[in-house]
């Protein structure tokens, strides 16, 4: 069975920082592009972030410069790294991994990131 568990969320002030880990069993994330979305109450979901099965990585326009995105391949755990968080930040942020090969694609449950101005 496949699990992808987000943690690190959390409550925090405008310019401060969180690291969310996304932990995966059952798949392993380096054969995995892995990714990182976000869902603010009344908007739809949109990409923040995706790492490549090589270390490409691309960025919303809203989050560069300020969130970086990594992969342990030891621990397999992803990680999104967000640091002068903004007010607008305030999100259930998503892990998402997708197998290169066979295409399929997994979701962790979610994890809330409330940013206080």
């Known amino acids: 069975q496949v699990q992808l568990v987000e943690s690190g969320g959390g409550l925090v002030q405008a310019g401060g920082s969180l690291r969310l880990s996304c932990a995966a069993s059952?798949?392993?994330?380096?054969?995995?592009?892995v990714g990182w979305y976000r869902q603010a109450p009344g908007k739809e979901r949109e990409l923040v972030s995706i790492?490549?099965?090589?270390?490409?990585?691309t960025y919303a326009d809203s989050v560069k410069g300020r969130f970086t995105i990594s992969r342990d391949s030891a621990k397999n755990t992803g990680y999104l790294q967000m640091t002068s968080l903004k007010p607008e930040d305030t999100a259930v942020y998503y892990c998402?991994?997708?197998?290169?090969?066979?295409?399929?694609?997994?979701w962790g449950q979610g994890i809330q990131v409330t940013v206080s101005s």
């Open positions: 790492i490549t099965m090589d270390g490409g990585t």
């Open positions: 059952g798949i392993i994330l380096r054969w995995n592009t």
């Open positions: 998402y991994a997708q197998n290169i090969v066979n295409k399929r694609h997994y």
